[in-house]
């Protein structure tokens, strides 16, 4: 019951506190700071878990906070909002237990702070020196919640590998004449493939056959983005 009420509370409030604070930005970030704070401590007394385990709720709001921001029309961003709440409903009541539903949460959520950042690095004219740092970090911490769940001594160094190999491609995407979204999506592609050939390695379970059908999922979204995104024209 805890868990349902906890749940609901949680959803509501993630509806009022991002629609009430949307038309200021810096009272945006830190109700959406104050949140995540107060979600991942009634995670923490609901479960018990180890941050590393908590963190995915975190990964979720800072996603969703991204899109919203970067939504032009207000009617879309509450349509957003609906849809984004009742996720963060059931995305809290199946918190703690292995599913599909979680694991495609957690890979949007990483396609959201992706987007989120390369929008906010083309509004904003991020400088190299903020941007790289930052997209390390996220893709350091996006690795650690996609590895939670087991101990393996190695883990650490894939964190660092698959934030260093993010970070370099983010560099270069950065001076591509695309859009931000086709940066995002290419990007996250590389993290994808980075993350789950790691994880299916750690658990035994990488296989021939594995490698193939990722790559060409991954090579099929590349070709659509890449084959149907407007090249601005490099002067």
Known sequence: MFTKISSLTLAILLFLVVLGSQSHLYVFGISLAVLMLATFAINYKRLNFTWPHLLLPVIYLLGLGS??????????????????SV?????????GRESHFLQNIYLLSVFALYLGLFAFQYYFKLAFFWFIPICFALTYFFTIQGFAGFSLPAKKYFYILIATV???????????????????????????????????????????QKVYWQLILVSMVL?????????RPIR
């Open 223 to 231: 070709l659509i983005t890449l084959s149907t995104a407007a090249w």
């Open 87 to 95: 996720v963060f409903y059931f995305l809290e009541i199946k918190l």
């Open 67 to 84: 899109i919203f921001i970067i939504i032009p029309l207000s009617a879309l961003r509450i349509i957003f909002l609906i849809l984004a």
């Open 166 to 208: 993010c970070s370099e491609a983010a560099t270069g995407l950065i001076i591509w004449p695309t859009h931000y979204f086709v940066d995002a999506v290419v990007l996250f592609c590389i993290f994808y493939a980075l993350w789950i050939f790691s994880f299916s390695a750690f658990f035994g379970k990488l296989t021939r």
